[in-house]
């Protein structure tokens, strides 16, 4: 007997019908033996749905007393879901219970739409457990040390889950979504992309920062941190399929690197829409630019993501970075009204319209000339690069973003991952 945490995303919640259908399967799983937690997601849209509904009513500027009301109203998506699933679950034969972030309680700090678990407390939880429930607790949500809901950002179910089998030791967490793994790039905007058996943590913890959504980063480092054994699969293959072929399926993120194994150099490539880069025109050169800058937009709390200093002609230079489009507008405004004042600058220039398109591979580490194959499948292309960052197993570009998806395709054919 084993203890398993199951994790369904939105599509896979996303209607009465499919509900019913993760009811079986995690019915199935119950019968064979093992302890069940499920984590599950709102239905698919309705975290939208409700942050647009605020967003209706809501001003623009989002300070601690706003966010503290989008959470309030984001988290019942999956508040409606735990009950749906735990009686789904009833009417299948089942003992369940469903549980909201706070009854459990999962404990997070206080950081509205981006909080981060720090505690969960497994009691309650465990006594079900013992008593032969399957235990439902809703994906996303935690509270804070004063009773305040809060969430742990977009796609945070991932997180919850994780975080949970964590908590509670489990033998295995295994994230059911809409695609039946781990791809190597997204597999909506390349169809060639290929799934892959297994991937190394350091691998999806890059994948998942560069933008791969299909986990949330905060979920790969909790994996990591406690070695959670983790798979991503799909929750559209039939409910009644063998366990020990299902447990098998999808994706297997691998902790140890099996040097026998013929390394990929690249395995997978990620993108992301989500930043938007602001230049600094003219920048008087001497030290302390850069502190100059990004002091005051780390001061705003606002993250930097890529930096880019230009030599400088004339004692003067221009500085650019990357944030996210979110902080794009307050970034602009507190440049323009301090720092281009402040140092001397001649002015600021900024662009929303870019991208950021990374390959990454542990096979990077022990290669050279892959960062040049990329370059040479972009220039073949014809797209221009703003923006190079590189560590040891990623290379990243940031090129206007009607170029994505060429990018990613080029990338994906140069680095022979369509025949892999
Ligand atoms: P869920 O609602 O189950 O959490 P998400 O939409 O958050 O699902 O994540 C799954 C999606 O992630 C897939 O539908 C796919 O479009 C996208 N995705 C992005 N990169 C990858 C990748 N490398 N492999 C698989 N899916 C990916
Ligand atoms: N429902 C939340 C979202 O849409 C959390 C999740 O799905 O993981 O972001
Ligand atoms: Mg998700």
Not at 176 to 191: N, Q
Not at 343 to 350: P, Q
Not at 359 to 381: K, N, Q
Not at 389 to 412: F, G, Q
Request: aromatic share 6%; net charge negative.
């Amino acid at each position: 007997m084993a203890l398993i945490v199951h994790k369904y995303g939105g599509t896979s919640m996303g209607s009465t019908e499919r509900i019913r259908n993760v009811a079986k399967r995690v019915a199935k799983w119950a019968r064979a033996g093992h302890q069940m937690v499920v984590v599950p997601s709102a239905m698919s849209g309705e975290t939208n749905r409700l942050l647009g509904l605020a967003k209706d009513v809501s001003p623009a500027v989002q300070t601690p007393s706003v966010t503290r009301e989008l959470d309030m109203i984001a988290c019942t998506g999956e508040q409606v879901s735990v009950g749906l699933l735990s009686l789904a679950l009833q009417a299948e034969g089942m003992e369940a219970v469903s549980y909201s972030g706070w009854q459990v309680p999962i404990r997070t700090d206080s950081s509205y739409t981006k909080a981060r678990i720090q505690s969960i407390d497994d009691a309650r939880v465990r006594a079900d457990l013992a008593a032969g429930r399957v235990v439902v607790i809703t994906g996303f949500q935690g509270v804070d040390e004063d009773m305040n809901i809060t969430t742990l950002g977009r796609g945070g179910s991932d997180t919850s889950a994780v975080a949970v089998a964590a908590a509670m030791k489990a033998d295995e967490c295994l994230i059911y979504t809409d695609v039946d793994g781990v791809y190597t790039t997204d597999p909506r905007v390349v169809p060639e992309a290929k799934r892959l058996n297994t991937v190394s943590f350091e691998e999806m913890l890059e994948m998942a920062s560069l933008g791969s959504k299909v986990l949330q980063i905060r979920s790969v480092e909790f994996a990591g941190k406690y070695r959670v054994p983790l798979r991503v699969l799909s929750s559209f293959t039939p409910w009644d399929i063998a366990i020990e072929e299902e447990a098998k399926s999808g994706t297997l993120i691998t902790f140890e690197e099996d040097e026998k194994m013929e390394q990929a150099v690249v395995s997978g490539i990620a993108f992301n829409r989500d930043e938007a880069k602001l230049t600094v025109m003219g920048v008087p050169d001497r030290p302390g630019i850069a502190y100059g800058i990004l002091g005051k937009v780390a001061e705003a709390n606002i993250d930097v993501d890529v930096i880019l200093q230009n030599v400088s002609h004339d004692g003067k230079t221009d500085f650019s970075f990357t944030v996210h489009r979110n902080d794009y507008q307050r970034t602009l405004d507190l440049l323009k009204s301090q720092v281009v004042p402040e140092m001397g600058a001649e002015a600021v220039i900024g662009d929303t319209k870019i991208c950021k398109v990374s390959i990454v591979g542990i096979g990077m580490r022990s290669h050279a000339g892959v960062a040049s194959t990329m370059f040479r499948a972009l220039s073949d292309e014809g797209i221009n690069i703003q923006m190079i960052t590189t560590s040891e197993i990623k290379t990243s570009v940031v090129i206007d973003e009607k170029y994505m998806e060429l990018a990613v395709r080029a990338l994906h054919k140069a680095f022979g991952l369509d025949a892999a």
